[in-house]
């Protein structure tokens, strides 16, 4: 099956549209954050950068930290924009880009999210990590790909029945992480659950600002959703989009997030850079121990 340039569109120079990339500048491991001030954040702890680019707010860096070579890259924000990287990044690897057809040997990328979010509860605090042990997906992107061969049907189930979730907003979907990649980043220091990845920062999120929302009640119905030991416990814009593409492509994803708010308690970090940057760190020392 050869891919039509209406559907892969690469640029004059044969990189990827909206990236920028071609196959040599992404290493086998990816740190995905979401604002692009924050992949020097990142970068400025390796010993090399070979290679650096940008396109919109597509930012990416590739270098190497303690011998093991990484690639950053800034996604901008929101399940469309995961939608876009994923893609193309499964492309740059999956895809022989001068004969436009699918490779038959496939590879898996490694990619580990570095993000903020908000707490839903009050003994998760500000400046504490998160580990998504599964992604819930509030928003319809998902499906717009046959996500049931890898979703979890019985968490979606249980958490469509207990906050009475209407079905026009379109059916939630959940995907569990790479179970290899959480073996790597798990500690004591880690907070584990279910993230909710919501398509919007306001409403979408339970805010109310001049608007009313479809569900006042769905952030606390939330907040004491529990599922074999799993609960919500932050509620951000990426990680289900993260998780659901990966697994449908045969990626290994996992998401960490640093809170810097709370939601159940009104706090903000008074700090929020410092605990972004323990997280990183943290992170960066993990992934340089793994094989």
């Excluded at 992107?141 to 968490?155: C, F, P, Q």
């Excluded at 979606?156 to 980043?185: M, Y």
Aim: include cysteine; proline fraction near 3%; charged fraction near 20%.
């Amino acid at each position: 099956m050869v891919i039509q340039q209406s559907e892969l569109i690469l640029n004059p120079d044969g990189s990827v549209y909206h990236l920028n990339l071609k196959p040599e500048h992404i290493a086998h491991d990816i740190i995905f954050v979401g604002d692009q001030d924050r992949v020097e954040k990142i970068t400025k702890h390796f010993d090399t950068i070979e290679f650096s680019t940008q396109k919109r707010e597509f930012k990416t860096q590739t270098g190497t930290y303690k011998g093991k070579r990484l690639t950053v890259m800034s996604t901008g924000i929101g399940p469309d924009n995961i939608d876009i990287v994923i893609n193309e990044l499964d492309a740059l690897v999956n895809i022989d880009l001068e004969t436009r057809k699918p490779k038959e040997e496939l590879t898996s990328l490694n990619i580990v999210r570095i993000g903020t979010s908000g707490s839903l509860h009050t003994d998760i605090p500000v400046d504490s990590f998160v580990l998504s042990k599964f992604g819930l997906s509030l928003d319809n992107m998902l499906r717009s790909y046959l996500i049931s061969e890898v979703s979890n049907t019985e968490i979606e189930n249980a958490f469509i029945q207990h906050t009475n979730w209407d079905l026009q907003k379109g059916r939630p979907s959940v995907v569990s992480c790479s179970s290899a990649l959480e073996k790597i980043i798990e500690s004591d220091k880690m907070h584990k659950g279910i993230t909710a990845t919501a398509g919007g920062f306001y409403g979408p999120q339970g805010r109310i600002l001049r608007l009313n929302i479809q569900d006042n009640n769905l952030n606390s119905k939330m907040d004491n959703f529990l599922f074999e030991n799993n609960r919500i416990t932050n509620l951000e814009m990426e990680t289900a989009a993260i998780y659901g593409l990966s697994a449908l492509l045969g990626h290994n994803a996992l998401s960490l997030n640093a809170i810097i708010a709370n939601r159940a308690s009104g706090t903000f970090s008074q700090d929020p850079y410092k605990a972004v940057d323990e997280l990183i760190s943290y992170t960066l020392n993990k992934l340089s121990n793994s094989i």
